[in-house]
């Protein structure tokens, strides 16, 4: 098959590759239609993750048609359109079965926190993702769903993290009727929060970015105000100044670890692999945040060990509250917000490149080139 490979930073290729293959009984085949290129991925492109091997495969937001399942699956069979969550899980252990499925024991041999996520570093368990014509989906009675029928699949691609993730980080705010929530960053999963807040009673919704383009998204797809923290001496002191100096109710960090940092953030990041990125983006949420608020965050971290305020978070009687999103979880509420009109997430998407450019297809994206926000993969498979 065709898939894109890693060759390490920014270096990334598509080339022939073996066609996965059933390695365990409860395993599905499934040929993706559609695959995308999330934030998150740019972390694994920018050589920002550890143990980023090459010639893994990325993409972690894939659908797709079943082509071949193995003996012990029943809940799927060749043929069937189905979305398949990024978090691998096993549905059975301590963690799944409280609805943990990011945090699945029994998927990751290589860490204690988060469980598998596919084409995400050996640090997520090492499995190849949708970035290519097939992939393999393990404990396929499980993660994936079938398509609703009057879902269209450029819906369904974006449920598998982005929109997903954005509601989940609106949902662990604990937004309350009236509450200012704030989100720092304008990217998929920026405006996806933005946009679920109002869905659960927001009085006041603000994002900050510093590209103008995916702001004046934020204004007209999650109707948000808007501010370009470039324009600003100290965005935070802008934060306490329009929210009467006081601070939002709720802030969500839906950036990570490529906000924009010190230099030797970067060193001991990009260069030495010794952390996940900088802290910048948590530190405004922290300190724009008013006291006794709560900050989620959503935007994916590596290990660090710089400088996050987490005496001034203690200090000022926050709640912080974060975790990759159990994708699943989240989708009997967004079908219906979809179903019903409130949510159409394909609204913003931007580029459909064909998975032979995928390069080019991350330098776009990664350069934040020709108004990109969101840009989808289309496999030759498909």
């Excluded at 990751?108 to 970035?131: E, F, K, L, R």
């Excluded at 309350?176 to 919704?205: H, I, N, Q, T």
């Excluded at 060990?305 to 001034?312: I, L, N, R, T």
Aim: charged letters at 20%.
């Amino acid at each position: 098959m065709r898939a894109m490979v890693y060759r390490g930073p920014y270096r990334v290729r598509v080339q022939e590759k073996d066609r996965p293959v059933i390695e365990h009984p409860n395993d599905a085949i499934v040929r993706v239609t559609r695959a995308a290129i999330c934030g998150s991925d740019l972390h694994l492109y920018h050589g920002m993750m550890p143990d980023t091997r090459v010639g893994q495969t990325f993409g972690h937001e894939f659908v797709g048609v079943v082509d071949e399942v193995g003996p012990s699956v029943r809940n799927l069979k060749p043929g069937d359109r189905v979305m398949v969550p990024f978090n691998v899980y096993c549905g059975s252990c301590f963690f799944c079965a409280r609805g943990l499925y990011s945090n699945c024991h029994n998927v990751n041999p290589n860490a204690t926190a988060v469980g598998g996520i596919y084409g995400y570093s050996h640090t997520c368990g090492g499995y190849d993702g949708g970035q290519a014509e097939y992939v393999r989906v393990p404990f396929a009675d499980v993660g994936p769903s079938l398509i609703p029928e009057w879902m269209d699949e450029e819906d369904a691609v974006l449920l598998t993290d982005a929109l997903a993730t954005g509601y989940f980080g609106a949902q662990l705010g604990d937004i309350v009727e009236g509450d200012v929530v704030a989100v720092f960053g304008a990217g998929p999963v920026g405006l996806y929060a933005a946009k679920s807040a109002w869905l659960m009673g927001a009085g006041r919704v603000i994002v900050i970015d510093h590209l103008d383009y995916r702001l004046e998204k934020a204004a007209s797809f999650a109707h948000a105000e808007t501010f370009n923290f470039a324009e600003y001496d100290d965005i935070v002191v802008q934060m306490k100044k329009t929210t009467d100096h006081l601070g939002a109710d709720v802030v969500i960090d839906a950036v990570g670890a490529e906000a924009d940092g010190n230099f030797l953030q970067h060193v001991t990041a990009t260069k030495l692999k010794l952390q996940g990125g900088s802290p910048i983006a948590l530190n405004w949420a922290i300190d724009s945040v008013r006291k006794g608020g709560t900050v989620s965050v959503m935007g994916a971290y590596g290990p660090m060990f710089s400088a996050v305020k987490f005496g001034d978070a203690m200090n000022k009687g926050l709640t912080l509250r974060m975790n990759q999103c159990p994708v699943k979880r989240q989708w009997p509420r967004l079908f219906e917000h979809i179903r019903n009109g409130y949510l159409k997430p394909s609204d913003i998407v931007t580029h459909r490149i064909p998975l032979e450019h995928i390069a080019e297809a991350y330098h776009i994206f990664s350069a934040k080139l020709d108004g990109c926000i969101k840009p989808l993969i289309v496999p030759t498979a498909a």
